[in-house]
């Protein structure tokens, strides 16, 4: 079974400061996939950055980058320089490449808000 | 280029009425995902198709529920019979590749939302 754990429902941040966006999780598969999406309130679900299990660099997508601490199965997503756009749900997601090859399993998401 | 589109986007429908939602994947994207989303939750799996064929239905919540995906493109999401706990968002995404080998990024569609009066 696969299981993600997002402990922070809200943040606040001040814009133009970076915030960490905790995310733990919980696997049998010995090879997988993190995920991390936004959504806005309008609804849509944007991909934001991914991290794959054996990547030996923590994976980074312009003022996105993964913080990916294996042994302690966290996948901590950091937004530097926060804009007033950044301002949304963000889910964790997983997916493992055998017994739960097709099914993304999600957090339940973490509220941010940045401050002028 | 063209996302993951859905429709309708909005369906109210009567209890015990039978529902039909659409996705139509990004062009050559082989696998295609369903998931159902409660307000302030994340997405939860329904079930996914690579190709034309179903590969996973262990989330579909009772035989009330069935997707299919005939021709490997769009696919069609039944709930029949609806009841009020139906009621969410369902959304549908689609990975360029095929599920099973290295975890592919899965693009979401704008969803649609169900209400069941």
């Known amino acids: 079974a696969q299981k993600i754990t997002q402990t922070q429902p809200g943040m606040f941040v001040q814009e133009k400061e970076a915030v960490t966006l905790d995310c733990t999780y919980d696997t049998s598969d010995p090879s997988y996939g993190l995920f991390w999406y936004k959504q806005p309130s309008s609804g849509e679900m944007i991909f934001l950055i991914y991290?794959?299990?054996?990547?030996?660099q923590n994976a980074t997508e312009g003022r996105y980058s993964l913080n990916f601490q294996k042994a302690r199965k966290s996948a901590n997503l950091v937004i530097s320089a926060s804009q007033l756009g950044d301002s949304a749900m963000y889910f964790c997601?997983?997916?493992?490449?055998?017994?739960?090859?097709?099914?993304?399993?999600f957090g339940d998401g973490t509220t941010l808000t940045v401050k002028p | 280029g063209a996302g993951v589109s859905q429709s309708p986007r909005y369906k109210v429908t009567k209890r015990g009425q039978d529902v039909a939602l659409r996705c139509d994947p990004i062009s050559g994207h082989v696998s295609l995902y369903w998931y159902r989303q409660a307000l302030g939750q994340g997405p939860e799996f329904l079930t996914y198709?690579?190709?034309?064929?179903?590969?996973?239905k262990s989330g579909l919540p009772n035989d009330r529920f069935s997707a299919e995906r005939p021709e490997g493109s769009i696919s069609t999401l039944t709930i029949q019979r609806t009841e009020q706990r139906d009621s969410a968002m369902y959304r549908c995404?689609?990975?360029?590749?095929?599920?099973?080998?290295?975890?592919?990024?899965?693009?979401f569609g704008p969803g649609t939302r169900l209400t069941v009066l």
């Open positions: 995404a689609s990975s360029l590749r095929l599920a099973g080998g290295t975890p592919d990024t899965q693009y």
């Open positions: 997601a997983m997916r493992g490449d055998n017994t739960n090859a097709g099914k993304s399993t």
């Open positions: 991290q794959g299990s054996y990547d030996q």
């Open positions: 198709f690579n190709y034309e064929a179903q590969q996973d």
